[in-house]
């Protein structure tokens, strides 16, 4: 298995345009977590998704931003407009959720957004 | 909700010493934690869980930590420390429904 895969790795943009992230889960894993990570932060988790059906968006920080999840296998994350406080490390990570709790969650690699 | 505390931003210990990192959370159901790790420039690799069962649980790279419920505490142990373990780690708690809380993470740092 591939494991979590997040594209792009990098992004710059400039301030004021649309920015996508994108994920493809582990394939069978039926729970997508979207994460932020900065230094005056740490970890937020942003939103996460059962079963393609969004569960928790409380971490969504402004309408500026949104997320999708059309099918099983694939997940965006959308910015519009940037703004340079958008600035940071974005995750992705996906869990076999249910009453098990051994399963854990598998990261990206992340996408390091820098909006100039 | 449940929650999770990092003693300690940074942590410095020299190679071949003992590495404790500490965490203690607070939950008013059972807790299922985890201890990740995030090497620069990655994203976070699982180290080790306690879901149920026997408090002291070992994970990859040597690492080990116990669940105390007395203490509400799961302290990250490593008897020696190699360069390599040169990371930043997190400790988290999940709540119902499967979300992940995370702790600010502590930085070790490995003189040699």
């Known amino acids: 298995d591939a494991g ?113 | 909700a449940q929650s999770v505390t990092q003693l300690g931003s940074h942590v410095s210990v020299s190679e071949g010493a003992l590495v404790l990192l500490r965490c203690n959370y607070s939950s008013s159901v059972p807790p299922y934690l985890f201890w990740y790790v995030q090497y620069p420039n990655q994203g976070l690799q699982l180290l080790l869980k306690y879901t149920t069962g026997a408090t002291l649980v070992k994970g990859i790279n040597g690492f080990e930590a116990e669940f105390k419920k007395s203490e509400t505490s799961f302290h990250l142990t490593k008897p020696s420390a190699h360069m390599s373990d040169a990371a930043e780690y997190f400790c988290a708690v999940r709540e119902y429904g499967n979300k992940l809380v995370f702790g600010a993470g502590t930085i070790l740092r490995v003189k040699s």
């Open chain 1, 4 to 116: 979590v895969i997040q594209s792009p790795r990098h992004e710059v943009t400039e301030m004021g345009q649309e920015v996508t992230l994108r994920c493809k889960p582990i394939s069978g894993h039926n729970s997508l977590f979207w994460y932020r990570q900065t230094m005056m932060r740490g970890l937020e988790l942003l939103i996460y998704f059962n079963n393609n059906v969004p569960i928790d968006d409380s971490g969504m920080p402004e309408d500026r931003f949104s997320a999708k999840m059309p099918n099983a296998s694939f997940s965006t994350l959308k910015i519009q407009p940037s703004e340079p406080r958008d600035s940071a490390v974005y995750f992705c990570a996906s869990s076999l959720q249910g009453q098990n709790p051994n399963y854990g969650y598998t990261f990206g690699s992340g996408t390091r957004l820098t909006v100039v």
